[in-house]
């Protein structure tokens, strides 16, 4: 059995090929590589830093799993109510809003994912510095509340 492809389809398939390695490329190279531990007593958490403005924007979208010990730490530039929206994020997170000192101002649990608009927008009530993302049910696993501190290890 032969296959012909007119001029027109092939032209169509060579640009889909190469918009769908161009968007896997740019997902792949916006991940954090910058790892670290952040511990809460005994639990700790091997976490990637977003620090670029474009990390934070993509934060965990399009990621299938994150394993019970691993998570996102966005590193802000500046103290303000920084809002997490799970737009294209594929799975549930906790996510915890820090302070300066790294002290849990405020929680979210169980973010549900957003695969279409609108999505929801959580924002804090209190200003904070950073906000670290976990699967869903650490908070609760962990018992984690407002005023316990993080260090890195």
Known sequence: MKFYFSKKNLIILV???TSAFVFYFLLK???PKNTKTICQNSACFKV???QTSRQQKTGLM???KLDADQGLFFDFPDIQKHSIWMKNTLIPLDIIWLDEDLKILEIKEN???CL???CLLFTPQKN???VLELQAGAVNRFELKPQDQFIFK
């Open 128 to 130: 904070s510095k950073y």
């Open 62 to 64: 399009f990621l299938n």
């Open 15 to 17: 640009f889909i090929l």
């Open 48 to 50: 990637k830093i977003a």
């Open 116 to 118: 279409s608009d609108p």
């Open 111 to 113: 973010a549900k994912p």
């Open 29 to 31: 190279t916006n991940r």
